[in-house]
């Protein structure tokens, strides 16, 4: 197979996919219609290979040459020539990806997959009237996908089980963990859950029970510990001796009570939202949070090598 990724749409999330193929070995062409911006991407991109490269996070590969595999394109044909994964990457605006994946359709190789980044527009919203429309689906990282592989495969009505098992195997293959649903939902899987959390952790601050941080703590360092290398059905699996269906015997009725008072949203953009931010601002302050953001990623970097090196020294 061609190992070629053409990345439509050269920001954040498309240079965090050029990096996610480039590492495993693919070509990989950038294209944005604004001038300048994938040369500038590219530029943003070898330095990120610098701090990859620094964490043993390049599977071995120098950053030069992991950076020599990603070019940039003039025209979306020159782009999407010979390819064999298109992954775009445009706003969250339905009227543009439409237009964005008419131009798409018929100049990609018949037998390329056509993936979208978008975080929560389902893919039958701008796929329906593509000539090609069962290569493609949608293929939304946790971001940056180079250093939080689990990303979301999700199928239009249309999508063809081949491209959805190609698909799989080539994120697989470049080192991601798809998460492959067998139909699309409105949010998807990841922002459904992390909906849900959110939703409570606003009403507790908005209700007077906790502070902004006393939730984050509660990740942090407590129930995110677990989860970073364990999902909520394997804790509660090993929280009870007889394992999942003994969990729910002992348990099953404290979350029964617990949902009814659930059942009421925060209104996220009143007065909650003022106590949240002024929280927030006093533990980092706005002109912090780029530095802050860097901090993340250098955290994020040190905690994949970790968890690799714990796979191979302890198992999956």
Request: one cysteine or more; proline letters at 5%.
């Amino acid at each position: 197979m061609n190992q070629r990724a053409s990345i439509v749409g050269s920001g954040l999330i498309g240079r965090s996919w050029a990096i996610a193929f480039a590492r495993a070995g693919w070509e990989v062409v950038m294209w944005d219609q604004a001038d300048g911006a994938a040369e500038a991407s590219r530029a943003t991109t070898l330095a990120l290979l610098e701090d990859l490269a620094s964490e043993d996070l390049l599977n071995g590969q120098p950053a030069a040459e992991v950076g020599g595999r990603v070019g940039v394109a003039r025209t979306l044909a020159e782009a999407l020539d010979g390819t064999s994964w298109v992954q775009e990457n445009t706003p969250e605006i339905v009227e543009i990806k439409r237009e964005v994946w008419a131009t798409i359709d018929p100049l990609a190789p018949e037998g390329a997959v056509c993936a979208s980044s978008t975080s929560g527009i389902v893919p039958s919203a701008f796929t329906e009237a593509l000539q090609g429309r069962g290569r493609c689906l949608v293929a939304h990282p946790i971001n940056p996908p180079y250093l939080i592989p689990a990303v979301e495969l999700v199928p239009a009505p249309w999508t063809t089980p081949e491209a959805m098992t190609r698909a799989e195997e080539i994120m697989r293959a470049i080192g991601q963990s798809p998460i492959v649903m067998s139909r699309e939902l409105d949010g998807f899987v990841m922002n459904r859950l992390q909906g849900a959390l959110l939703e409570e952790a606003f009403r507790l601050v908005a209700d007077g029970f906790c502070t902004v941080e006393d939730v984050d703590v509660g990740l942090r360092e407590g129930l995110a510990l677990r989860w970073s290398f364990i999902g909520p059905f394997e804790t509660i699996d090993l929280n009870a001796p007889g394992g999942v269906r003994d969990y729910v015997s002992r348990y099953g009725g404290l979350y029964e009570r617990l949902y009814k008072s659930m059942q009421r949203r925060a209104d996220w953009t009143g007065e909650v939202l003022d106590t949240v931010e002024r929280q927030r601002r006093e533990r980092t302050p706005a002109d912090k949070l780029a530095d802050r953001q860097r901090w993340r990623d250098r955290r994020l970097m040190a905690l994949s090598r970790h968890k690799r090196k714990a796979a191979a020294d302890i198992g999956n």
